[in-house]
């Protein structure tokens, strides 16, 4: 009656009208028309009929799986075989019978590693308490490929330290650190960074012994972001990104050295006014002339591993106390001790 059309304004009376004038509740009407669908059978998919049936599929499936060779057969070889004997069947359909009687492969459990992405927020309220590293790529046009590492400040963005070299290894990803310790606490030795800790992905350089030991050295610890979580690091990105836009991807140089002076150069520039200056790292064993501007030039020595330092030290007094000799090189030496010593 609902369905029917009133003569009068030519449209339906609908249920609440026709269910007002027979005093008859509408939640009786519906739980009534529940009750008929609910009877009524399953409606089959439409369209046109396949040759083989459900049950009849299901059949040849698990004929596949007990005469395969091979164990933990998924949908895609079952169909394949299927096909190959002359079954034609969609995968779509393999795979809904298949995951129906429960045939698919096992799949590893995955384990709960916790949180990967970065909650709550990476900068500091005061400076000198978190230093983010991180490190690039630039191309020369007469020595290559070079990597570039830098060090910045999470509390006030500022970048402690910047460095070029053309492989770049665990000792030259130590050289920003390097810079923004003598520059920031005034000194270069055991314990001078405690209370700092140091931000950093998983690369190989970082995860090395001879970085972990150097800041270990130096009394900073270790904080390294979730794997596949640049967010964790993210302070270093985008200074690199900055570092990209404006000096990197709009000039060219020509060697490493004529990149190492431009980093630092333009470092300089983007320090805030009275900010402490960067230390100028020597490139080789003759080392290079100060800069014009005045840049601080740091002593060769103060290059090679302080840890590598203190342990020698301490080799060097357990063989005078013991009288003998000891042959021992450490794993964590820098390359340039063969012509240092």
Not at 170 to 182: D, N, S, T
Not at 294 to 317: D, K, M, P, Y
């Amino acid at each position: 009656m609902s369905a029917s059309l009133s003569p009068s304004s030519g449209k339906q009376y609908g249920l609440a009208l026709v269910a007002a004038t027979w005093r008859v509740p509408r939640a009786t009407v519906y739980r009534h028309r529940a009750r008929r669908r609910a009877a009524l059978p399953a409606s089959a998919r439409r369209g046109p009929k396949t040759a083989l049936t459900d049950e009849a599929l299901l059949e040849a499936i698990r004929g596949v799986l007990s005469a395969s060779p091979f164990l933990g057969e998924g949908h895609r070889q079952v169909w394949a075989r299927l096909r190959a004997q002359g079954v034609r069947t969609s995968k779509a359909r393999c795979l809904r019978r298949m995951r129906e009687a429960g045939l698919l492969a096992p799949g590893r459990a995955r384990r709960v590693l916790g949180p990967r992405n970065h909650d709550g927020t990476l900068t500091t309220d005061k400076p000198d308490v978190m230093w983010g590293t991180d490190a690039t790529c630039t191309v020369t046009t007469l020595e290559g490929q070079a990597t570039v590492f830098i060090a910045i400040d999470h509390g006030t963005s500022e970048c402690v330290g910047v460095h070029a070299a053309k492989v770049g290894t665990r000792f030259a990803a130590l050289e920003p650190i390097r810079q923004g310790v003598k520059a920031r606490f005034g000194a270069y030795g055991r314990g001078v960074a405690t209370g700092l800790s140091i931000r950093h992905d998983n690369g190989s350089q970082y995860a090395s012994n001879a970085f972990q030991d150097e800041l270990r050295f130096l009394g900073a610890a270790s904080s390294p972001s979730f794997v596949r979580g640049p967010e964790g690091n993210g302070c270093a990105e985008r200074f690199i990104r900055t570092l990209k836009e404006q000096l990197l991807w709009v000039r060219t140089f020509a060697t490493v050295e004529e990149l190492r002076r431009a980093l630092l150069e333009w470092a300089h520039r983007a320090l805030a006014a009275g900010a402490p200056p960067l230390p100028l790292a020597e490139s080789g064993p003759a080392g290079v002339a100060a800069e014009a501007s005045g840049l601080i030039t740091t002593n060769l020595v103060s290059q090679q591993s302080g840890a590598v330092q203190w342990r020698r030290q301490r080799l060097h007094a357990r063989t005078c106390a013991s009288g003998a000799t000891v042959h021992r090189r450490s794993k964590c030496s820098s390359p340039r001790a063969s012509w240092m010593e």
